[in-house]
């Protein structure tokens, strides 16, 4: 895919049309909003031609078409057989069907009354025009993004009338209703049924509703519009529109071709949908205006942020490992400011309401269920009745949670911060945990209480964007650990206790000071997370005494320090407070805290420590750090990218057990991006033997998948690739796969992750790597040239040997072009290994890495002839591997050995030229020395003719 314009006309504008498209098709209009036409007539008609199109069935085209726009017109006659679809410029588009015979037959069933006009439902439209040649009643010239942009604005400011007064006066007669079929139920004769109708005449709301007479009917009809009337508010985030897999589409060759030596993929996907024609539409933003800079500064200074109501199009992420797990959407921040003002979403806040009163339904149900089966044990025997009350109770324990979290909200907006973005990141985070159900200050309870917000950090602080790059700046590993842990038990302020000396046992003191002070020592300890104490030095004695005197209370021999005071008292250039950094990001509720630090269904702080202890450990071993006794920036940051963003999340999300998730930031494509990739990347690495084979599909993360995790939705929303948060965890997947290299190497699902660290490698790690990956290529081949017994295979692992072996001495010359070598690298590697299994395209890109190297680097000429002779003989030897296959049909010969010897022999020849010349030259400049040495012995009166002479001489 060249990214051409001309070719394939693709602009952020038109993405986003279509993804606006796929969204408000899947949106469920309830009856009660057409009905009453609670929005503007226009957005009505629109969202319900693109959802249920009308078909006409016609000898033939008219010639005035304009009555007919969004609809389908098929022309039928003893013929010909011809559908159309209608634009909203008057215009038709001849529809493709791959079978009209199969057509006819599916209109058939659909049309028993041969109607000439109809709308065709959702599900007929896939079964009778999209699986019949793909066909989908999209309008390339209709601004649906407009469309989508009016709905949401409209909606959210007229949510009361649209929703909340309809639902009320529907839930007053269905409790009326309730009350008299009762009371019938009791006396039949109370209200008889020729008075029914009239009693209950005006109950219904809706037109279609009021006329019903039968209170059984009406009561159904109410309770399916109260149904309907929720899940257009649940619809409106549980979207499942397939809008992310759309967009990657349109991505995939970007994403698949990069490379060490590519440019940034932030920047060749931003290049590749940039808006070079006249827009479709007027009313809203593309992508790509959102992510330019003007987009960016607009967003983060108006009084008005509403980012769903742009390009952040909710919808759901699909993973094929995921079978049962938690629904994840995606959508952007449900914090807004609006007038000014922050606050929540208000659709946001019905859609928890719905959750949490669905929940309350499903517990009652489950409650009636459990007393219907335990008052059945009545009948049994004592014996019999006393373990089937046992096994009531066990399969009771997560069918009746009263207090259940069905949704995690994975807030990764700041916290801490300060500065203009961090403080209106800082204020929007306060009102997104202030979801959670609390106490506030006058008394009284808000909140949802089915809803959890855990803010962790994404940015910033510990997830500084350069700390991948720095890999000589060293930490302790036990410090690290204890930062770590203060900041994930958001520990405030220090302990520091006094004593005569120090306790033998010091597992209560973790965390905290000891000062230890008689006539004979003065000394001050940390004891650190293990029950370990360090000796901290104090520069000033007297003054730290003199401190302590002012801030301890009477006759108390515990003392808690605040940040400022331990900063000011106790550190120093040898001693920092664990914990002691600005930036954190990181909140999770103590009501939260209490359901997932629990050991024996019991919670305790010091159960709280143990357990975030035990992650803290799981992510250094997950990572291979276990036994290092120091760790580097981007270690340090890789460690706590993967406890934050895999094994804290999914500890949360197991405990819990919600019905759904989210990871958002502001738009949830970069730091939610990461969030989500890199969390359902581990999680379906770990997949069990046994679980990958009891769901089908149920496999790990494929890297089209990963690829569209990253990419996707900062294409969707902004324009463009991933942007420096991509760096961020590449570090923490060239971790993960150095720790885990042979098990992804030898499992054919999880190997394409070595490929993908290689080749999405920065720039300032390439260096590293390079000599990293040279090391392991050649200790792979030589242990498959030690066991291969294949001739073919042999070739080629002896040539992918000898081209490694070139790139590792031109390294070590200090040749430029690292990121081409490793490219070069890994691919030799790769081809060397299974030559036979090679791919055309693979074959081809390793071609294209001569001409790589001939341009940028014309000196490697031996080099760039060693990578023609391989890839000779890996085309022969897939060649032979196709004749065989075809019993000698096929029978070609590849030309490319005979020409990269010649290209081998051109640039050994030049090698053995400038060996001899560099030799020379060495000679000369002995001589050179040696003859300006008898210069300085020379009598300085000496002729200086003559010795102007010899220089010219020597000059010449």
Sequence with gaps: MSGSKEEIKLTSDKLHNKNCFSYLRHVKLPRAVIDLKLLPENVINSI???????????????????????????????????????????????????????????????????????????TQIETLITSNGGHLPYDSSYPYADLYTEFFDYLEDNIKNIFDKPRAALLLDRERLAVY??????????????????????????????????????????????????????????????????TFGNIREITLKQNPSSSSIEKSISNYVSD?????NKKSHSPAY????????????????????????????????????????????QGQRHEGKVRISPLFKRFLKIEAEREEARVEQAKKEREARLNATGKQAPNQAEGTNALEKSADHGEIDEDRITHIYFNLLGRDRTGLEGTKEKELTQKLEALELHQKEDGTISGYKNVAVIT????????????????????????????????????????LHLRNKLPEDLTQFQGSYIYCSDDKIKTLYYINADGESKEVPIENIAQFEKNLKEIKEQDSDLIHLTDDQAKSMIASSDHTPPGLMKIKDFHI???????????????THETEAKVLKGLLDESFKALGYSEKTELTEAERQAVWFHF???????????????????????????????????????KSFNLTDSEQKKEVGNKPMSREEFEEALHAAPTMVKGRGMNHHRKLIWNAVDAYVNAHYNDLKNNSDKAWLIEWRDYNCPHERVESLLKQRLGEGLVEIEEHLRTEQNSPKIK????????LEEIDQQTKLGVSGRRVLLETAVSTTSMSLSPDTQKPENIDRYQKLYDKLEISFPQLTVLRGLLKIFAGTVTDIVLGALSMASFGKIDIKSDLTSRGWATFNTGWDLSARKTLQSVMKNQLEEMKMKGNQKDDQKDPNEDSTLSGANSNVECS
């Design 48 to 122: 319900s031609s693109l959802q249920e199109p009308q078909f006409n069935v016609m000898s033939q085209l008219p010639q005035d078409l304009t009555n007919y726009t969004g609809s389908y017109i098929y022309c039928t006659d003893q013929e010909s057989k011809k559908l159309y679809f209608i634009k909203s410029d008057g215009t038709s588009e001849s529809v493709q069907i791959e079978d009209f015979d199969l057509f006819d037959q599916n209109l058939q069933q659909m049309n028993g009354k041969g109607l000439k006009q109809f709308n065709l439902k959702p």
């Design 181 to 246: 079929l009762e009371t019938i139920r009791v006396d039949p004769k109370y209200l008889p049924y020729s008075l029914q109708k009239a009693y209950v005449g005006n109950m219904g709301v809706l037109p279609s509703i009021k006329p019903i007479g039968d209170l059984k009917e009406k009561a159904k009809r109410i309770e399916d519009e109260i149904d309907a009337l929720d899940e257009f508010i649940f619809s409106l985030y549980a979207n499942d529109n397939h809008i992310l897999e759309d």
């Design 276 to 280: 070079k024609e006249t827009p479709i």
């Design 290 to 333: 959102e992510g330019s800079a003007v987009g960016r500064v607009t967003a983060m200074m108006a009084k008005e942020y509403h980012p769903q109501h742009g390009t952040s199009l909710s919808t759901i992420r699909h993973y094929r490992y995921n079978v049962n797990g938690p629904i994840e959407y995606r959508f952007g921040t």
């Design 456 to 495: 962790l950090p994404a940015d910033k602080g510990l997830m500084w964007q350069k700390a991948y790059a720095d890999t000589t700046t060293k930490y302790n590993s036990k410090n690290v650990i204890e930062d770590f842990l203060r900041i994930a038990q958001e520990s405030k302020g220090y302990d």
């Design 589 to 603: 509720s103590e009501r939260i805290r209490r359901k997932i630090f629990k050991d024996g269904g019991k919670y």
């Design 644 to 682: 934050v963003k895999y094994q804290l999340p999914n500890h949360i999300i197991e405990s819990l057990n919600p019905k759904s998730i989210n990871f958002s930031c502001k738009d949830a494509i970069d730091r939610g991006g990461v969030a989500s990739a890199y969390y359902n990347l581990v």
């Design 796 to 803: 080629a692992l002896t040539q992918g040997k000898m081209i």
